[in-house]
């Protein structure tokens, strides 16, 4: 017993402290919006596809950094990407020069303090660039 004091004291000093990444309150609000708002078949694009497949049970694509803007909306027709969520400090320049030259292709659907969720467009709006 002895030799767990010093992980129960830890374990007591931290118990509420919240963990950097995915178990911050924004980022549950965003799993739980993802979750609730978009549809099962609902495509993705984020930088980190794996956790956000992982915690909201939904399609996701990585975006591509050495993409241009066109190259990225070529993916986003390629894969019918139908959403994307932008995090400040994790999201890429290629997507937020995406979105920046084609704000036209996406509409806000949902923001908090860490995140934004973008709806795309119809894919026959996409096509006509």
């Known amino acids: 017993m002895v030799s767990y004091a010093n992980v129960f004291s ?19 609000e965003a799993f739980e919006y993802i979750r609730e708002h978009t549809s099962e ?28 803007p066109k190259e990225t909306v070529q993916l986003i027709t390629k894969y019918h990407v139908s959403h994307i969520l932008l995090q400040n400090s994790l999201s890429r320049d290629a997507i937020k020069n995406f979105i920046s030259k ?4 996406i509409e806000d659907d949902w923001s908090n303090a860490k995140f934004t969720l973008y709806k795309v467009a119809s894919q026959d709006t996409i096509q006509e660039f």
């Open 10 to 28: 830890h374990i007591l000093h931290t118990e509420n402290q919240t963990l950097k990444g995915p178990q911050k309150k924004e980022s549950i």
């Open 102 to 105: 084609y704000s036209y292709m």
């Open 41 to 68: 078949d609902a495509i993705i694009m984020f930088a980190k596809p794996r956790v956000l497949a992982l915690y909201t049970d939904r399609y996701c694509l990585g975006d591509n950094n050495k993409a241009t």
